[in-house]
């Protein structure tokens, strides 16, 4: 497949991109595109460009897409800037969660950003 080509997240989002567009979209296929090694789903390992511009929607198609709730330990959500929370729904009940690192910056980058983004805001 061409999506092992791609960083994990890359691979999950195209496969939950996939599944929106086909309505009869397998599990097998979905198998095939994202695998099954989900212990550690990190978004600042997909271009920064891309990780601004996700929202919550975004963020809960991969997580429903990959079963998150109980195959992801870690969840990282480096620089998603467009997230309120919501899209972590699919998350609720799950056993297995550790650890959610909700920083909004990579390491070593500064955290100023401007305008707040949402999940900074009251």
């Not at 496969?15 to 695998?35: F, K, P, W, Y």
């Not at 195959?71 to 650890?99: D, M």
Request: net charge negative.
């Amino acid at each position: 497949h061409v999506a092992n080509y791609l960083a994990p997240p890359s691979r999950a989002l195209f496969a939950a991109a996939l599944t929106n567009q086909n309505a009869v979209a397998s599990d097998e296929r979905n198998t095939a595109i994202v695998g099954n090694e989900w212990s550690t789903l990190d978004f600042g390992d997909i271009e920064n460009e891309l990780a601004v511009k996700l929202n919550d929607d975004d963020i809960e198609k991969v997580l429903i897409c990959i079963d998150a709730a109980n195959r992801v330990k870690k969840l990282k959500l480096t620089n998603c800037i467009h997230i309120t929370g919501a899209g972590l729904e699919p998350l609720r009940g799950s056993t297995i969660i550790e650890q959610f690192d909700l920083s909004l910056v990579g390491d070593h980058q500064c955290p100023q950003l401007s305008p707040h983004p949402p999940i900074a805001r009251e």
